[in-house]
């Protein structure tokens, strides 16, 4: 079942009406309507007004919610509520309750207090959605569901002790089989690690230094397939209660806490949640402060974009890719950032109209009425907190939705991500002032600048649509995804950033050294790799150009390979720092100078146009349109065209 089809695109919002008195209900309904609003999610923390005691179902109210929803004409996104366990069900059940990376219990009394692996939990998980699907499972007004809440928001996908710890030993001993297996896959005769009995082993939490980065990688994967087994539990009671409705997620920003493509199988479609200014200034570890107060009113337009390619690329196959939503979508101010300023007239819509641009099917607005109470009294909502509507409520009313019609977003470039290499990536990083999201984005923002749509795909997808394709931390690498790349080289340009194939599958390196077995599509084997403090730098030239590399440099021993940029100066002075062979480029330096030199010279190749834009200024398509951008707070001069700041305009392609 996919999300209701529509000619445009379509609005919704997220509402408590737990939250205000029953008497509000039906005029809130009525307004929702009259703003143009089509579907209303409730009830994702609800589980202690549902169920105040075990086995004692409170319905009435919510029958009441929705009633009251659908008499409007709307349609209801009714959640699971298992993201706020109710204070019986913690009390009674202690174990049930998470341990953070320093095996500390954390308690009730805010929200996603609960370890993926207990068993007494997924018992409780099964029954309150049993229970939840049986009443409203074939409701006329519910449309669909939204399973839990946010998976991993506040660090919360990986439990490091209780339920987790005594799951993982058996998770270990049905992938590895003998501990003579785990023992080598780790590496543990390193620092007499060795194990001599499945029961020995522990999360790796609160060591005395640096975690070996095989047992790190092997409990995340353990934390993402028990996210994965949850999720698919929920999924399948909601199936066989509740047929013909569509089901959904609200993943997370920058999430790496689990497998989102593993998580997601079985969903008919994403969800996210979009907090532009929240995710410039919490999420983006890696912005500066300079870029920061730039876009501190609209947010970055690459970083917000990448997530909406990401989440309609996590459920993409071959000839098909379903529509996303953005499920909380921000409409003023956050309250949970370190700054948290109002948002520039013309950004909600502009965030509204981008997020259709890149393949949103309907955006929800996070929320309805401001909270008067708890922790998010500081947030906003499209009506104030006395009712009265607030601004993102005016820019929603002046939307014109017919600007926005449905269709695919059709992409010759692709971007390769994975949750296993963004792990490894980080748990090594080598480098402060680098992450794997980081590296990431920098090639992603770059082929954004070079008006560039983009698909955000896994490396083992397939790639025959596509022609560029680039890996801009790809670190882990098996012979099969080796094999595939290869495959796709027969028909586009690939290119690769650094540490691409510096792990294998068990997070050791190859032992027959950097790239393994992906040498032979490289022409390459590494050299080097330096790594640089802030003050430090070395210089890279190759034809007609030359630049400055300030934050990570390495080297190869050429095999077929030509060099294209060389380093001038440093300790790999006269070593490639660039280099091509066939249809495959690799950059071993890390500099956005250089990545978006290299890839005006691949885009060309390739046939793109690739077309630098005015900062600030962005090019998105969908459906024979083309969405401009300006996120200026200035207007800009693109073309013929004179941008109004924070704007739009919709063209014919």
């Not at 790239?515 to 003050?535: C, H, I, T, Y």
């Not at 150009?545 to 095999?559: G, M, P």
Request: charged fraction near 20%; include cysteine.
């Amino acid at each position: 079942m996919t999300a209701p089809p529509a000619s445009h695109l379509q609005l919704a919002v997220c509402d408590y009406p737990e939250h205000v008195p029953q008497d509000r209900w039906q005029d809130y309904a009525r307004r929702q309507k009259a703003l143009g609003l089509s579907h209303i999610r409730i009830a994702e923390f609800a589980w202690a007004l549902m169920e105040p005691a075990e086995g004692q179902y409170e319905w009435a109210w919510l029958d009441q919610a929705v009633k009251a929803i659908a008499a409007a004409g709307l349609k209801v996104v009714l959640c699971t509520p298992t993201a706020t366990p109710p204070a019986w069900l913690v009390r009674q059940h202690p174990e049930i309750l998470p341990y953070d990376r320093e095996g500390r219990i954390r308690d009730f009394g805010s929200r996603r207090h609960y370890d993926f692996a207990s068993p007494v939990f997924r018992e409780h998980s099964r029954r309150i959605t049993r229970a939840l699907a049986e009443r409203y499972g074939h409701h006329e007004a519910v449309a669909g569901w939204q399973t839990d809440n946010e998976f991993g928001c506040h660090d919360t996908s990986r439990s490091w002790g209780g339920a987790s710890a005594a799951a993982f030993p058996g998770w270990l001993e049905a992938r590895y089989g003998t501990l003579a297996a785990l023992n080598e896959a780790w590496g543990n005769v390193f620092w007499s690690m060795d194990y001599q009995s499945w029961d020995q082993i522990r999360p790796p939490r609160a060591l005395v230094t640096e975690v070996n980065p095989s047992h790190l990688l092997d409990f995340y994967r353990f934390a993402s397939d028990t996210v994965a087994s949850f999720q698919a539990e929920q999924v399948a009671i909601l199936r066989e209660l509740s047929p013909d409705r569509f089901i959904t997620h609200n993943f997370m920003i920058f999430d790496s806490g689990f497998d989102h493509y593993d998580v997601a199988r079985g969903l008919d479609f994403a969800s996210w949640d979009n907090y532009p200014t929240g995710m410039l200034e919490f999420f983006s570890g890696w912005g500066s402060d300079e870029l920061k107060t730039r876009y501190a009113r609209t947010g970055h337009p690459d970083f917000i974009a990448f997530q909406h390619d990401l989440y309609r690329g996590l459920l993409k196959t071959p000839g098909a890719t379903p529509g996303f939503w953005v499920m909380e979508q921000q409409c003023g101010q956050v309250n949970w950032a370190p700054y948290n300023p109002l948002p520039a007239d013309g950004a909600v819509q502009l965030w509204t109209a981008q997020a259709w641009a890149h393949g949103a099917d309907v955006v929800s607005y996070f929320r309805w009425r401001a909270a008067t109470m708890s922790q998010e009294v500081m947030h906003s909502g499209l009506l104030r907190h006395d009712e009265t509507p607030d601004r993102g409520h005016a820019e929603v009313a002046a939307l014109d939705l017919h600007q926005f019609p449905a269709g695919e977003v059709q992409a010759k470039v692709a971007l390769l991500h994975d949750y296993e290499s963004l792990w490894l990536y980080d748990v090594q990083k080598h480098a402060a002032s680098l992450s794997y999201w980081a590296q990431t984005v920098s090639y992603y923002a770059a082929l954004r600048g070079l008006g560039q749509d983009i698909d955000i795909v896994h490396p083992d997808a397939d790639l025959s649509a596509y022609a560029l394709i680039v890996a801009p931390a790809l670190t882990v690498m098996t012979p099969e995804r080796a094999a595939h790349l290869e495959a796709a080289a027969q028909h586009a340009r690939l290119i690769f950033g650094p540490r691409s194939a510096y792990r294998t599958a068990s997070g050791r390196t190859p032992e027959d050294g950097q790239p393994g077995v992906l040498a032979g599509l490289l022409g390459s084997k590494l050299l080097n790799f330096d790594s640089l403090r802030p003050g430090l730098s070395v210089r890279v030239e190759g034809p007609d150009h030359a630049c400055d590399v300030n934050t990570w440099a390495e080297s190869y021993r050429l095999n077929g390979a030509e060099a294209v940029y060389r380093y001038v100066d440093g300790p790999q002075q006269g070593q490639a720092a660039v280099i091509r062979h066939g249809n495959v480029t690799v950059i071993g330096a890390h500099s956005e100078e250089l990545i978006h030199r290299v890839l005006v010279g691949e885009l060309t190749g390739a046939g793109l146009k690739p077309e630098r834009l005015p900062e600030g200024v962005r090019l998105s398509r969908r459906a024979g349109q083309t969405l401009v951008q300006n996120w200026n707070a200035e207007a800009v001069n693109y073309g013929a065209q004179s941008l109004a700041p924070v704007s739009f305009e919709v063209t014919h392609d």
